[in-house]
């Protein structure tokens, strides 16, 4: 089933490594930033571009709709006028939360290293 939804992607899924199912799944320049982001709590979409910085809003929509389509994400409108849009990480997007914690803590101590650009 999982398989049947990305079959968008260039690949074929089935037949490939769960490493480039991940790969596959977290490609785009956005979307560890805003797995980052969501990992701590729901936020609203114009939250999310303010924290992302230079990132367009038709970018930003593409990369939580392929996140949302993945099952990374949710996307919950609350019945209000204007109707509130919040995005928060589902369980599975949750169990991502060691990886970027990791990869956060790498790139800090990359970044202490000599020569770093």
């Avoid at 899924?13 to 980052?36: D, V």
């Avoid at 996140?67 to 997007?93: A, H």
Wanted: net charge neutral; charged share 25%; glycine share 8%.
């Amino acid at each position: 089933m999982l398989g049947e939804k990305l079959m968008s992607k260039a690949i074929d899924l089935e037949s490939e490594c769960p490493m480039n199912l991940t790969i596959n799944i977290l490609s785009g320049k956005w979307k560890l930033a805003i797995l980052w982001h969501l990992s701590k709590g729901a936020t609203r979409f114009n939250e999310l571009q303010r924290l992302l910085g230079n990132i367009t809003q038709k970018t930003l929509t593409m990369q939580l709709k392929e996140l949302e389509r993945d099952g990374i994400i949710y996307r919950e409108v609350y019945p209000e006028s204007p109707p509130r849009v919040e995005y928060g990480l589902t369980s599975i997007g949750e169990s991502m939360q060691p990886i970027l914690s990791a990869m956060c803590e790498w790139g800090k101590d990359y970044k202490k290293r000599d020569g770093y650009l």
